[in-house]
């Protein structure tokens, strides 16, 4: 996703990590109620994999975010850049009063 997506692609983006985060957690405690039920450990598997599948789409997650705001910044920084060389602005090395630093 980048920062110029429709909206109507950000949301089936948005639909879709949902989607995947319940079918996630569904297999997850799945599996574990099955492990639970042949070992007779009822509910460590089930507990232990639901917090292992929520951690790993909490670091999915935060993966994401930091590489759209990474490129979000990037546009930004891009953009301002575009706007002081169109401008004949030049911030670099000088204060708010236009003094050298």
């Not at 990590?17 to 089930?46: A, H, M, N, Q, R």
Request: hydrophobic content about 40%; glycine content about 12%.
């Amino acid at each position: 996703m980048t920062p110029n997506d429709p909206p109507a692609n950000q949301a089936d983006t948005t639909i879709a990590s949902g989607l995947e985060s319940g079918i996630v957690l569904v297999l997850f405690v799945g599996l574990g109620y099955v492990l639970d039920s042949w070992l007779g450990t009822k509910p460590i598997f089930t507990l232990g994999l639901f917090v292992l599948g929520a951690i790993g789409l909490f670091y999915k997650f935060k993966a994401a975010y930091t590489i759209r705001m990474d490129a979000y910044d990037a546009e930004r920084r891009d953009r301002n850049a575009a706007l002081q060389r169109s401008t004949g602005r030049h911030s670099a090395g000088r204060g708010s009063t236009g003094e050298p630093r």
